[in-house]
């Protein structure tokens, strides 16, 4: 929420309320109370509002603002959002997709490219019928993995934007050909320390994906 778009919607709401100019002290109380009101309401719609991208540039995201986009049978979703070092944001995708077989990652692509280079250890949990099991598995990713080996109808996803330590939290739930319904829960460092953590990036998934992706910053 910037302090441009705060100030066009007080004004509209300053406006849409019926003036009065006159002496009597009830009615000009009401009067404040009904700008007042009209002003904490412009001010909770604006936050709520999601930051619409523009169809060129990168959206910049102030702390507490969010995006949503939908998305219908794609495998590349671009976020179109700039970002900078030190820097939080958080990521849920919520959709319907085709089951990916075993070992077909579903990525968040760092500034809209793969990486060469280990992203170190990621831990997982894996849930199907009655077994449990879990370890650290090392990520010859090209990406930051949301959800190994599946393609995810719900994840959530925390992503540390320093540039020497680009860092990555993510649970996911999906489904997968060989071994059907897993939950992950991963963790990751990406192996570029030097490059600046520009835009947020694309999330590739193995198979067409239909939902919702919704980003929000959070410092």
């Not at 692509?109 to 170190?120: P, Q, V, Y």
């Not at 050909?177 to 991963?186: E, F, K, M, S």
Request: charged residues 10%; glycine residues 8%; negative net charge.
């Amino acid at each position: 929420m910037s302090a441009a778009s705060m100030w066009t919607a007080m004004q509209a709401a300053i406006a849409a309320v019926p003036p009065y100019q006159g002496s009597d002290p009830v009615a000009s109380a009401a009067y404040r109370a009904a700008v007042g009101q009209a002003m904490c309401t412009a001010i909770v719609s604006e936050q709520n509002s999601p930051v619409a991208w523009d169809g060129t540039n990168d959206r910049i995201l102030d702390v507490g603002q969010f995006t949503s986009d939908s998305f219908t049978s794609a495998t590349s979703m671009p976020l179109h959002i700039a970002c900078g070092d030190g820097q939080i944001y958080e990521i849920e995708m919520v959709g319907t997709f085709t089951p990916a077989a075993a070992g077909a990652n579903t990525l968040l692509l760092i500034n809209n490219a793969t990486m060469s280079g280990n992203f170190g250890e990621f831990y997982h949990q894996v849930y199907g019928a009655s077994t449990i099991t879990g370890g650290n598995t090392t990520a010859a990713a090209t990406g930051f993995v949301i959800a190994p080996a599946c393609s995810p109808f719900y994840a959530k996803a925390t992503v540390f934007t320093t540039t020497n330590l680009k860092s990555f939290l993510a649970e996911s739930r999906g489904q997968e050909t060989t071994n059907g319904a897993r939950q992950w829960r991963v963790m990751m460092d990406a192996p570029d320390t030097t490059t600046l953590y520009s835009s947020l990036g694309t999330i590739t998934t193995p198979n067409a994906w239909t939902g919702t992706i919704t980003v929000r910053r959070v410092a």
